[in-house]
């Protein structure tokens, strides 16, 4: 049996996918010259007698190993290759958030007193855009970007509530910290929804809203408060296009003076969120307020030029107005 082993040689791999037989393979005859063998003190390290069957039989197990590798499990996934990199899964499974748009450094969504404690121009003038929103008690959350505001500067202004400097429990949310409600009750059908800046006796009165979220609810709110309501469904721009109006659509009363939109769980504001450019602002003069002289004509309301729900738009002023 081992003169056969000897004897029998091959050149190529073996046919099958199995491991090759002892006949198949062969080890070159020992020279019969050999020099005689070392004594045991003497002995070198143990050589491979036999190259060619070695490196055979890893040429062999090699070809075998590329072959399971490429081939494909039971579930028809394809198996990369040992040269190609190996896409394996995410540590946690579910929505991945890019670090180029989430940061732990981001501002939290609601507007804090740092965005309030600014004077009262500045604040009417970055309210717009801001997102005001609404919960309702059943959880229902109302939501409108302001477009339109006017800026009250206390006790110099001669259409501000607090000129003069008189303070009374109607107007006292004016002298509160900056963020705080001042609601009052006009024409004895409506409410008015003002936010107290830095200055005592300073405010900013919100004027109209794009209506976001919760519009039919809107529609029920205003159709239920209007007077003299002929029936007609209310188009989405005349929703919020005027401070009662907004406040109906929000279903803002007295009971919302001098609270605090910075902690308030009701009412509250949010950044707007991102846009292609900011937007122009038109400065015109406030409405109905004739009777206070040289005030009326003070370019102390501001708007987003082009917005459908503006309440009144000044088109002398829009014309100064620098895009």
Not at 19 to 35: F, K, M, V
Not at 145 to 163: C, F, K, N, Q, W
Request: net charge positive; aromatic share 6%; proline share 11%.
């Amino acid at each position: 049996m081992l003169a056969e082993v000897a004897e029998g040689q091959v050149d190529g791999p073996a046919p099958g996918p199995d491991l090759p037989s002892l006949g198949s393979l062969s080890c070159p005859a020992r020279p019969r010259n050999r020099p005689p063998l070392r004594s045991a003190g003497a002995m070198a390290p143990p050589r491979d007698t036999c190259p060619n069957l070695s490196r055979k039989l890893g040429l062999k197990k090699q070809r075998l190993l590329g072959a399971e590798q490429h081939q494909s499990p039971p579930d028809g996934t394809p198996t990369p290759s040992p040269r190609e990199p190996r896409l394996g899964l995410p540590n946690t499974l579910g929505p991945q958030r890019s670090i180029y748009f989430s940061s732990p450094r981001d501002p939290p969504a609601r507007l804090g007193l740092d965005f309030f404690d600014q004077p009262a121009v500045p604040l009417a003038r970055a309210f717009l855009g801001q997102v005001l929103v609404r919960r309702l008690d059943d959880g229902t959350e109302l939501r409108g970007r302001i477009v339109e505001t006017e800026a009250y500067l206390g006790p110099e202004d001669e259409a501000a509530h607090s000129r003069g400097g008189r303070q009374t429990p109607r107007n006292r949310g004016m002298f509160m910290r900056p963020g705080t409600l001042y609601v009052y009750f006009i024409y004895g059908m409506y409410f008015c929804m003002n936010v107290s800046s830095q200055g005592d006796g300073a405010c900013v009165l919100l004027r109209a809203l794009e209506p976001l979220g919760g519009l039919e609810t809107m529609r029920q709110l205003r159709s239920t408060s209007r007077k003299g309501s002929t029936g007609r469904a209310l188009k989405d721009r005349e929703l919020c296009s005027g401070p009662s109006k907004l406040c109906q659509a929000l279903a803002i009363d007295k009971s919302f003076d001098q609270r605090d939109l910075t902690t308030d769980k009701a009412v509250w504001l949010e950044h707007s969120p991102p846009g292609p450019r900011e937007p122009a602002v038109v400065a015109a003069a406030r409405v109905g307020i004739g009777n206070a002289g040289e005030w009326a004509q003070k370019p102390l309301r501001f708007y987003v030029q082009g917005s459908p729900w503006v309440s009144v738009v000044d088109r002398g002023a829009e014309q100064d107005t620098q895009v």
